[in-house]
């Protein structure tokens, strides 16, 4: 589904040129809930924001569904994000003057179609993120959990193809992380969606299905968690991590 | 809520307070740019300020100022409002937004937005100006001349800026979607534009380079007209007073990133710091704030200084009446105007008559050069005959004057003012006397000046070189001229208007001319080329000129500059303000704009501290920052914006308003210390005004901040 070959970026500070990303190579499967991990600095912001579009790579390719994105055309990037890609951000960038349940319509308002449909599946949603009681609440009305999780059920209302989502659990306590996590297992396992997240923290990391760890710009290892725990991967990942702060 | 345009909508609701502070700051910069221009523009206005003449120039330097003002702060404002929509616009692009979808909703607001605020500020500002100008008629002076008269000509540079203003929203609006990095639009609102690093030794070179581009600006006219003979184009010498633009740069950057009390570098470090975040635009505002104080008050000099010096000038007269005529002109002479004051109850004390000449006296004369763009170049020549001016004989100058002058034979004294200055006006020295109409000539040594501003510019010769070099004059070329004083010169206006109209109506029409007027000259000219330019009301007309007109003998034109305007002291007291009204009244309307401006980019830009420092107040209470360090911090930013170019601009202002009173003769003159005096209290008083509107702003900022200052006493 998402297929990122020889990926590079850099930055230019002052006459200093920052390679951030160098060379990045990965792949997503349809349904598959995959985290990237790295020390700061390693390029995992820089990585989702490549495939995002948000910032435009110096060269290597990244393919959605087989269409290079790099070769779109502004009008045309706008329609694969509101069609085939949702977004979670870590400081959930809802718009203050709308409801919960305006916030989560958004992507359909966009792209012209808040059909009844529409409407029945972001009440759906609601539903299923346990925040139907706060749907017709403002984002200043209501807790961070809350919010990523109205988040998430925006990202998910026009069945993407692929959630890519920022530290979706950054600016959580540990009950409303949970409750996101949940929110992505829920819509990895009903909606069937594909979830690429990047994030610092293993215990939201060892819910997924496999474990992208980067360091300087480069892929380091990848990590399965297979048929085993999630306790037991939380394990291998902090394992992993404790290996790389070694070499 | 199904469409994109009611999501748009949904969020201006929730916005009101960010399109209300754009549509306010639109509309007050096209509102007060219109007005000005509509005034500007004026036939009312343009008819008493020469063409070229100082106080023209005066008045556009100060629309120049106010333009680049209400640009400036109306760019600033538009930047600011596109600053907070910029999360709006980057969340929209990340969820998959088309440009071309956030473009048509942005472009509809401005274009609603634009309209409503410029058109509103371009229709009202005539009304404005014409509302302003009515009230100054109502309450402080009213005369003919002052009947307003709005040009519709001045609303193509109104809608020029009103264009200005709409097509600045839309580039913004433009480029606020154009950006290609969607997360870079987002953090957009949160970016701070740090200033580099400031020096401690900024204020201090600051000040300096005010003072010393206040003197290069000042001085560098005089010094190209007299040394190179060029009259350079205006925006030459304009870019003598860069420097001083600089300094003040330097001084408001030097303000606002490092403060100027070193001891209280950690009580300020939330004020400065948070100003330093929005450092260029601080400080660009700051500039502008300042240049318009300092115009405000440049326009708010004018009228006291011109009435100071002027009731001064008029009560420190030697003589209460003055009256002077051609010899072939049939004007009341001592009986006539005692049977006239007879009949107004005056009674006259003291009379003198005495008949004076006009004579060529030579000297050299600029030949001036029009070199297109780069200005005027000219070169001088002497000669025998260069112009004319009025002669008396000394035992005629005692008798009218009081003086005991006695000169030697062979010498010729040139009349200054009272204190011996004012040699710029007087002509200067003669060394060579002619009579225009037998062609004698006296070869003369200078004496020592006498004094009498009355009768500046004229020359005083002894009685026996008088009487030659005048004989054969016809009456063409001789004057009489009286003085007279009378018992209560305060209850005399009534008979010094009825002598006034007397003296205008008994002059014929070859004495209908204005005080640049000169027989001499004529004559030369005429020799010359056949004609005098001087003689044709068309050339005057056509040139700018004052055309005198016995029939607008009110009119300041005339009461100023007849060649034959008597010099009545309770006349000219009592009618000074409605003869100066339209000069008076514009300088007055201008300094009421600019400080209009003053105060609303001042409010404007205080309340933006409340919007965006928001955040940070809150996380300081949070973190246990009592009121009091809130208030104060608080207040040390407004005070900044506010306070630092009030002080700024005034002080430079005062300084530069002092400097031009002292360069013109290298003193100060008993009137324009009064002048300066005057205007001190002015100062004080809009100071006073300013710092009301600061205490209001300030409570403002903490009322939107919710911090209560009262608090500070638990």
Same mark, same amino acid.
């Given at each position: 589904?998402?297929?990122?070959?020889?990926?590079?970026?850099?930055?230019?500070?002052?006459?200093?040129?920052?390679?951030?990303?160098?060379?990045?190579?990965?792949?997503?499967?349809?349904?598959?809930?995959?985290?990237?991990?790295?020390?700061?600095?390693?390029?995992?912001?820089?990585?989702?924001?490549?495939?995002?579009?948000?910032?435009?790579?110096?060269?290597?390719?990244?393919?959605?569904?087989?269409?290079?994105?790099?070769?779109?055309?502004?009008?045309?990037?706008?329609?694969?994000?509101?069609?085939?890609?949702?977004?979670?951000?870590?400081?959930?960038?809802?718009?203050?003057?709308?409801?919960?349940?305006?916030?989560?319509?958004?992507?359909?308002?966009?792209?012209?179609?808040?059909?009844?449909?529409?409407? %029945?599946?972001? +009440?759906?949603?609601?539903?299923?993120?346990?925040?139907?009681?706060?749907?017709?609440?403002?984002?200043?009305?209501?807790?961070?959990?809350?919010?990523?999780?109205?988040?998430?059920?925006?990202?998910?209302?026009?069945?993407?193809?692929?959630?890519?989502?920022?530290?979706?659990?950054?600016?959580?306590?540990?009950?409303?992380?949970?409750?996101?996590?949940?929110?992505?297992?829920?819509?990895?396992?009903?909606?069937?969606?594909?979830?690429?997240?990047?994030?610092?923290?293993?215990?939201?990391?060892?819910?997924?299905?496999?474990?992208?760890?980067?360091?300087?710009?480069?892929?380091?290892?990848?990590?399965?968690?297979?048929?085993?725990?999630?306790?037991?991967?939380?394990?291998?990942?902090?394992?992993?991590?404790?290996?790389?702060?070694?070499? | 809520?199904?469409?994109?345009?009611?999501?748009?909508?949904?969020?201006?609701?929730?916005?009101?307070?960010?399109?209300?502070?754009?549509?306010?700051?639109?509309?007050?910069?096209?509102?007060?740019?219109?007005?000005?221009?509509?005034?500007?523009?004026?036939?009312?206005?343009?008819?008493?300020?020469?063409?070229?003449?100082?106080?023209?120039?005066?008045?556009?330097?100060?629309?120049?100022?106010?333009?680049?003002?209400?640009?400036?702060?109306?760019?600033?404002?538009?930047?600011?409002?596109?600053?907070?929509?910029?999360?709006?616009?980057?969340?929209?692009?990340?969820?998959?937004?088309?440009?071309?979808?956030?473009?048509?909703?942005?472009?509809?607001?401005?274009?609603?937005?634009?309209?409503?605020?410029?058109?509103?500020?371009?229709?009202?500002?005539?009304?404005?100006?014409?509302?302003?100008?009515?009230?100054?008629?109502?309450?402080?002076?009213?005369?003919?001349?002052?009947?307003?008269?709005?040009?519709?000509?001045?609303?193509?540079?109104?809608?020029?800026?009103?264009?200005?203003?709409?097509?600045?929203?839309?580039?913004?609006?433009?480029?606020?979607?154009?950006?290609?990095?969607?997360?870079?639009?987002?953090?957009?609102?949160?970016?701070?534009?740090?200033?580099?690093?400031?020096?401690?030794?900024?204020?201090?070179?600051?000040?300096?380079?005010?003072?010393?581009?206040?003197?290069?600006?000042?001085?560098?006219?005089?010094?190209?007209?007299?040394?190179?003979?060029?009259?350079?184009?205006?925006?030459?010498?304009?870019?003598?007073?860069?420097?001083?633009?600089?300094?003040?740069?330097?001084?408001?950057?030097?303000?606002?990133?490092?403060?100027?009390?070193?001891?209280?570098?950690?009580?300020?470090?939330?004020?400065?710091?948070?100003?330093?975040?929005?450092?260029?635009?601080?400080?660009?505002?700051?500039?502008?704030?300042?240049?318009?104080?300092?115009?405000?008050?440049?326009?708010?000099?004018?009228?006291?200084?011109?009435?100071?010096?002027?009731?001064?000038?008029?009560?420190?007269?030697?003589?209460?009446?003055?009256?002077?005529?051609?010899?072939?002109?049939?004007?009341?002479?001592?009986?006539?105007?005692?049977?006239?004051?007879? %009949?107004?109850?005056?009674?006259?004390?003291?009379?003198?008559?005495?008949?004076?000449?006009?004579?060529?006296?030579?000297?050299?004369?600029?030949?001036?050069? +029009?070199?297109?763009?780069?200005?005027?170049?000219?070169?001088?020549?002497?000669?025998?005959?260069?112009?004319?001016?009025?002669?008396?004989?000394?035992?005629?100058?005692?008798?009218?004057?009081?003086?005991?002058?006695?000169?030697?034979?062979?010498?010729?004294?040139?009349?200054?003012? +009272?204190?011996?200055?004012?040699?710029?006006?007087?002509?200067?020295?003669?060394?060579?006397?002619?009579?225009?109409?037998?062609?004698?000539?006296?070869?003369?040594?200078?004496?020592?000046?006498?004094?009498?501003?009355?009768?500046?510019?004229?020359?005083?010769?002894?009685?026996?070189?008088?009487?030659?070099?005048?004989?054969?004059?016809?009456?063409?070329?001789?004057?009489?001229?009286?003085?007279?004083?009378?018992?209560?010169?305060?209850?005399?206006?009534?008979?010094?208007?009825?002598?006034?109209?007397?003296?205008?109506?008994?002059?014929?029409?070859?004495?209908?001319?204005?005080?640049?007027?000169?027989?001499?000259?004529?004559?030369?000219?005429?020799?010359?080329?056949?004609?005098?330019?001087?003689?044709?009301?068309?050339?005057?007309?056509?040139?700018?000129?004052?055309?005198?007109?016995?029939?607008?003998?009110?009119?300041?034109?005339?009461?100023?500059?007849?060649?034959?305007?008597?010099?009545?002291?309770?006349? +000219?007291?009592?009618?000074?303000?409605?003869?100066?009204?339209?000069?008076?009244?514009?300088?007055?309307?201008?300094?009421?704009?600019?400080?209009?401006?003053?105060?609303?980019?001042?409010?404007?830009?205080?309340?933006?501290?409340?919007?965006?420092?928001?955040?940070?107040?809150?996380?300081?209470?949070?973190?246990?920052?009592?009121?009091?360090?809130?208030?104060?911090?608080?207040?040390?930013?407004?005070?900044?914006?506010?306070?630092?170019?009030?002080?700024?601009?005034?002080?430079?202002?005062?300084?530069?308003?002092?400097?031009?009173?002292?360069?013109?003769?290298?003193?100060?003159?008993?009137?324009?210390?009064?002048?300066?005096?005057?205007?001190?209290?002015?100062?004080?008083?809009?100071?006073?005004?300013?710092?009301?509107?600061?205490?209001?702003?300030?409570?403002?900022?903490?009322?939107?901040?919710?911090?209560?200052?009262?608090?500070?006493?638990?």
């Amino acid at each position: 589904m998402l297929n990122v070959q020889d990926l590079r970026k850099s930055y230019q500070v002052g006459s200093a040129t920052y390679e951030v990303l160098r060379g990045v190579c990965l792949r997503v499967e349809k349904g598959e809930f995959v985290a990237v991990m790295g020390p700061s600095g390693s390029g995992k912001t820089t990585l989702l924001n490549c495939i995002s579009c948000y910032i435009p790579a110096d060269s290597g390719s990244i393919t959605l569904n087989g269409r290079e994105l790099a070769r779109l055309n502004r009008e045309e990037l706008a329609r694969v994000r509101n069609r085939q890609l949702g977004f979670v951000f870590q400081d959930f960038l809802l718009l203050d003057g709308l409801t919960v349940r305006q916030n989560i319509l958004l992507p359909a308002i966009l792209s012209g179609a808040v059909t009844p449909r529409a409407q %029945e599946q972001a +009440d759906r949603l609601c539903e299923a993120f346990g925040i139907s009681s706060i749907r017709d609440k403002y984002p200043a009305e209501i807790s961070g959990g809350e919010k990523q999780r109205t988040a998430v059920a925006r990202a998910l209302l026009n069945h993407p193809l692929l959630i890519l989502a920022d530290e979706p659990t950054g600016n959580l306590d540990s009950r409303s992380s949970r409750a996101v996590i949940r929110a992505f297992e829920q819509a990895k396992q009903s909606l069937g969606a594909t979830i690429f997240m990047v994030t610092h923290d293993s215990f939201a990391a060892s819910f997924c299905d496999r474990v992208v760890i980067l360091r300087d710009g480069v892929v380091w290892q990848t990590l399965e968690r297979g048929a085993g725990s999630r306790a037991d991967f939380q394990g291998r990942l902090l394992n992993a991590i404790r290996d790389m702060g070694k070499e | 809520m199904t469409t994109f345009s009611q999501v748009y909508a949904a969020l201006r609701r929730k916005s009101r307070g960010q399109y209300a502070l754009l549509s306010g700051c639109s509309f007050f910069s096209v509102l007060l740019i219109t007005a000005y221009l509509c005034m500007m523009r004026s036939p009312t206005i343009l008819s008493v300020l020469p063409e070229g003449g100082d106080s023209r120039k005066q008045v556009m330097m100060v629309f120049v100022l106010a333009v680049a003002g209400c640009a400036l702060f109306t760019t600033y404002a538009a930047g600011l409002f596109f600053r907070q929509k910029s999360r709006q616009i980057g969340i929209f692009l990340a969820l998959g937004a088309t440009r071309r979808q956030l473009r048509r909703e942005i472009f509809r607001d401005l274009g609603v937005l634009a309209l409503l605020s410029c058109a509103a500020g371009a229709l009202l500002g005539g009304p404005l100006a014409a509302g302003i100008w009515g009230l100054f008629r109502a309450f402080l002076v009213d005369s003919r001349e002052m009947a307003l008269r709005l040009d519709g000509r001045a609303y193509l540079p109104a809608l020029a800026f009103a264009g200005y203003v709409a097509a600045m929203l839309f580039f913004l609006g433009n480029r606020a979607v154009q950006g290609v990095n969607v997360l870079d639009i987002v953090q957009e609102s949160h970016r701070s534009e740090p200033i580099r690093q400031v020096k401690g030794w900024y204020g201090r070179a600051g000040i300096a380079l005010v003072v010393l581009g206040a003197l290069a600006g000042y001085q560098a006219p005089r010094f190209f007209i007299q040394v190179l003979r060029w009259y350079p184009p205006t925006i030459v010498s304009g870019l003598f007073y860069l420097p001083a633009l600089a300094g003040l740069y330097l001084i408001l950057l030097h303000t606002v990133v490092n403060g100027w009390r070193r001891g209280r570098r950690y009580q300020d470090l939330i004020a400065v710091s948070l100003m330093k975040f929005q450092g260029r635009q601080t400080v660009r505002n700051m500039l502008v704030m300042t240049l318009l104080i300092a115009g405000a008050y440049f326009a708010a000099f004018y009228a006291p200084m011109l009435s100071t010096n002027s009731q001064y000038s008029f009560a420190s007269r030697p003589v209460d009446f003055e009256y002077h005529w051609r010899a072939d002109q049939d004007l009341p002479l001592r009986g006539e105007v005692e049977e006239l004051a007879g %009949e107004y109850g005056v009674q006259i004390t003291e009379w003198a008559q005495v008949q004076a000449a006009s004579l060529g006296g030579d000297g050299t004369v600029s030949l001036e050069q +029009d070199n297109g763009a780069l200005g005027t170049t000219y070169t001088t020549q002497y000669r025998e005959v260069a112009s004319g001016a009025t002669f008396f004989s000394e035992s005629a100058w005692n008798a009218l004057t009081g003086q005991q002058v006695d000169l030697a034979r062979g010498s010729c004294a040139n009349v200054l003012d +009272d204190q011996g200055g004012s040699r710029y006006l007087s002509g200067g020295d003669v060394s060579r006397v002619t009579n225009m109409v037998t062609g004698r000539y006296l070869s003369l040594t200078p004496a020592q000046p006498l004094r009498f501003t009355m009768l500046l510019g004229c020359y005083v010769l002894d009685d026996e070189d008088y009487d030659f070099l005048t004989a054969g004059l016809t009456d063409f070329w001789k004057q009489n001229y009286v003085c007279f004083n009378v018992a209560d010169v305060s209850a005399s206006y009534p008979f010094a208007v009825a002598l006034f109209h007397e003296i205008v109506d008994r002059s014929g029409p070859e004495v209908e001319v204005f005080d640049a007027w000169d027989p001499v000259e004529r004559q030369i000219q005429i020799r010359q080329t056949g004609s005098y330019p001087y003689d044709s009301r068309e050339y005057l007309a056509s040139h700018d000129l004052p055309v005198i007109d016995y029939a607008q003998r009110d009119s300041s034109d005339f009461r100023n500059y007849w060649l034959y305007m008597p010099q009545f002291r309770v006349l +000219d007291q009592n009618d000074f303000v409605t003869t100066m009204a339209v000069f008076l009244m514009l300088f007055v309307f201008i300094a009421l704009i600019c400080f209009g401006a003053v105060v609303v980019i001042a409010f404007t830009r205080c309340m933006t501290i409340a919007l965006t420092s928001a955040r940070v107040y809150a996380d300081l209470r949070r973190l246990g920052a009592p009121e009091r360090y809130l208030f104060g911090s608080v207040r040390g930013q407004v005070s900044r914006v506010f306070l630092v170019p009030a002080l700024t601009g005034t002080a430079a202002i005062s300084f530069f308003y002092a400097m031009i009173l002292y360069c013109n003769d290298n003193r100060f003159t008993a009137g324009e210390l009064a002048g300066l005096g005057v205007c001190a209290v002015l100062l004080a008083a809009l100071s006073a005004l300013l710092y009301l509107v600061y205490r209001f702003t300030l409570r403002c900022v903490c009322r939107r901040l919710d911090i209560r200052p009262a608090k500070k006493a638990g």
